[in-house]
Structure formats: C-alpha cells, structure tokens
C-alpha cells in the first residue's frame, strides 16, 4: 500500500516565529483530542502524533455510508458472495475508521525552510490573469531552487499569457507549498474544509493544501 499526506503549509509564518506557532498548533490539536500527546513513530522518516479519540472532528464523515448498504442488503437481490461482503462492510470499521489500524497514520510538525511538493502526483497549476491550467517545465525547478537557497521573491511566469507570479503564489489542481511550518495528515481521510479554515485561523497566516502521494 502506498503512503500519502495532506499537507496544510503556512505560507507566511518567518523562520524565527515557526518554532512557537507549532507548539501553539500543536498544543490546541492535542486540547481538542484530534492527535495524542504523546509522539511515536507514526510517520514516514520521523516522529509523530497518531489520531486522537476526537480526530472525527478533522474529517468529512459519511455517516450515511452504512445506511446505504443497509438499505441496500434489504432490497436488493444479491448473490450470496456480494450478500457476504455487503454484510461485512456493514459490521466492519468504515473507511474513516480504517486508517486507525495503520502503522503510518500521524501527524507531523514539520519546521523549516521546506518545499512541501506533491509527490507522486506531480504539479499542476493555474494562472490567475488567463485561467489556464499547465505542467510548468524545467524552469520551474530552477525557480524552486532559487527560493530554497533563500530568495523570497522569486517568480514564475505562465507560459500562455506571460504573467509573473510569485512563486509561493502559484495555485492550482495540483499545488505544492512553500514556507517554514507544514501540518502533514498521513494517511488520514480527506480533512474537511471547516477543519481547514480552523486551523488556518489558529496559524493566523495564509496556507496552501498539498496533496502528496508516495
């Protein structure tokens, strides 16, 4: 099974205040119970925090899942082998509960000047001024390391009208995110976008999304 990340980088936070601002964060994650206190190995190449006993309150639940399938088993004519799994997805953990039972499923406080990138599932952005959607080419990369080596305000243009951006600026289907704080969610079910914008408003900065697939 391969590992992925949900990654919710502050964009603006400095190198000096990112130290404090993840023991702020951190500190209101365990308050609210959504990680346990205490670290372990529950992340890829480090130290996290595995889910705690309110982590439902950082995920979209379908709570309807299993009443589908009720309904489901009740009207429909099914053979005995559908009939058997239908059952045991109904008496089994749903798939918000099963990232519980997984080896890599905490979360990571990550300090630093980073490029927090998608992985596996590449890069695809959007330009603002012209609406276009692209796969920026190697000169990416060459910006990228620009702005690791410590140059702030390096940019990037789009490659149908022209116009520069920022290169912590650029958004899209795809993004990666630029900045010295990242929040990754290993494994865990698609965070809800009221969890988001809470904890956005806990950073007190701007933030960017990364969906990274290993």
């Known amino acids: 099974m391969s590992d992925h990340a949900q990654i919710v980088v502050d964009i603006e936070v400095s190198a000096?205040?990112?130290?404090?601002?993840?023991?702020i964060v951190r500190a209101w994650l365990v308050g609210e119970h959504i990680i346990e206190q205490e670290e372990s190995d529950s992340v890829l190449g480090g130290t996290g925090h595995r889910p705690g006993i309110n982590y439902r309150a950082a995920i979209g639940i379908d709570t309807d899942g299993?009443?589908?399938?009720?309904?489901?088993?009740?009207?429909?004519?099914?053979?005995?082998t559908w009939r058997a799994a239908l059952e045991e997805?109904?008496?089994?953990?749903?798939?918000?509960?099963?990232?519980?039972?997984?080896?890599?499923?905490?979360?990571e406080l990550a300090v630093g000047r980073r490029v927090f990138d998608a992985g596996g599932n590449g890069i695809e952005l959007q330009c603002d001024a012209c609406s276009v959607s692209f796969e920026p080419d190697d000169s990416w990369f060459d910006a990228v390391g620009a702005w690791f080596g410590g140059d702030d305000l390096v940019s990037f243009?789009?490659?149908?009208c022209g116009q520069q951006a920022l290169l912590t600026e650029w958004r899209g289907p795809w993004p990666w995110g630029f900045g010295n704080l990242g929040i990754?969610?290993?494994n865990w079910p698609p965070l809800s976008d009221d969890f988001i914008h809470a904890i956005t408003r806990k950073l007190g900065h701007r933030t960017v999304r990364v969906r990274r697939h290993l």
């Open 184 to 186: 990754a969610f290993w």
């Open 66 to 80: 299993k009443a589908r399938l009720q309904r489901l088993l009740g009207v429909a004519i099914v053979s005995p």
């Open 89 to 107: 997805a109904i008496e089994g953990p749903t798939y918000q509960e099963s990232f519980l039972g997984l080896s890599t499923n905490g979360v």
């Open 16 to 23: 000096e205040q990112a130290p404090e601002l993840t023991n």
């Open 157 to 160: 243009p789009c490659p149908s």
